[in-house]
């Protein structure tokens, strides 16, 4: 039997609408396709009577980097303390650094920090280089000229600084704030407390878009908004599955194929389960995985009558049935959402997306209901 694939070679799945892809620092970099059209509008409007299109095009990219620069600080930084990071995606309200795994409550701080301090950086050095030349009034930036673009390029950087210390899950200072609140509270009720303050900000910060007319201003909240909402019940799965063992949400009663059979066959048995993951067996050892997909990309390809070694994923994940499931659940969604429990070389258990999501809102429920119990007594 081919021994398990180590996790950091599990095939991490890009972030989706993402085009393009540079190494920086070992790191790839991604340009979600929103961010692309975000750059051509910039440029578009940026293109006055006092400023030329190259110096409109060099203010465009010198924020683009800044932002690149400020996520590339978050994963130097997260290497420092042994998280790689899988990748860099530049989004329309700013970049987001994918780690490996989330980082501890002090590491976090230090990885959250780092982003805004490289901002802090740039727009020191340009502000201190623009002042021997003689700094230009703030009420005169809002006219763009080829003279002020070091300045205006500082004071971005500044609202870079400013924008992601606010305390408000996704941004950074909601990261420190989560990372600051857990030294004296639950993770847990840490967590809540700052995906409740990006929620907040963002309903704050889409009022006043609506109020006033500006409509990026609710286009940024809306992301906020969804962003915190999203980082926080990821937060909140993760601790619900710390030290809890894979055994405790795998699949026990499932069906599987033999190597013999073919796609018709897996086809049947899809029909007739509401299984959409099968084991595929050789004797009593498992030998791969076909996933509903991989069925019907076989059958496409293949024919009906092909065998189901032809269509399925050989490099199957494989876990231990007492491996922890907040470990587990990164690695799943890297894989496609399906593994095998494998206690030595026997199956034990499927372990999928969908059953292990059933499982954290089960044990949530159950937690709320000891409290409950425990207040009430």
């Known amino acids: 039997m081919p021994e398990p694939p180590e996790p950091q070679k599990i095939r991490q799945p890009m972030v989706a609408g993402t085009v393009g892809v540079v190494t920086v620092f070992g790191v790839p970099v991604r340009l979600h396709f929103t961010f692309l059209l975000l750059l051509v509008f910039l440029l578009f409007i940026g293109v006055g009577d006092r400023q030329s299109g190259a110096m409109t095009a060099l203010y465009v990219l010198a924020l683009f980097a800044s932002v690149l620069l400020h996520e590339l600080g978050h994963a130097l930084v997260a290497r ?17 650094a994918r780690l490996e795994r989330p980082p501890r409550p002090r590491q976090e701080f230090w990885i959250a920090l780092a982003g805004p301090l490289v901002n802090a950086a740039i727009a020191a050095a340009l502000f201190g280089w623009t002042a021997r030349q003689g700094l230009v009034p703030l009420e005169l930036l809002r006219e763009p000229t080829d003279a002020n673009l070091a300045q205006r390029i500082a004071v971005g950087n500044l609202l870079l600084f400013a924008f992601n210390l606010l305390p408000a899950y996704p941004m950074d200072g909601g990261r420190i704030l989560r990372s600051l609140l857990s030294l004296w509270k639950p993770e847990e009720e840490a967590t809540r407390i700052a995906a409740g303050a ?4 963002a309903a704050l910060m889409g009022l006043a878009g609506l109020l006033f007319g500006n409509f990026l201003l609710v286009f940024v909240a809306l992301f906020v908004y969804l962003g915190a909402a999203q980082e926080g019940a990821a937060a909140r799965g993760r601790i619900l599955t710390s030290g809890v063992p894979a055994r405790a949400a795998m699949i026990t009663d499932y069906q599987t194929l033999s190597h013999g059979d073919t796609l018709r066959d897996a086809g049947a048995l899809l029909l007739s389960t509401s299984q959409h993951n099968f084991p595929v067996v050789h004797g009593a050892a498992p030998i791969g995985l076909l996933s509903r997909d991989a069925l019907v990309r076989g059958l496409l390809t293949y024919g009906p009558d092909s065998y189901v070694a032809s269509a399925m994923d050989r490099n199957f994940l494989r876990v231990s049935p007492d491996e922890d499931l907040s470990e587990v659940a990164p690695r799943l969604a890297a894989a496609g959402g399906c593994a095998l429990v494998m206690q030595g070389e026997l199956l034990a258990g499927l372990l999928t997306s969908e059953n292990l999501s059933e499982f954290i809102l089960l044990r949530q429920v159950s937690l709320q209901q000891a409290r409950a119990q425990m207040r009430g007594a």
């Open 80 to 96: 420092r303390f042994g998280v790689r990071t899988l990748e860099i995606v530049m989004f329309p309200i700013g970049g987001v």
């Open 198 to 201: 990006g929620q907040a900000l």
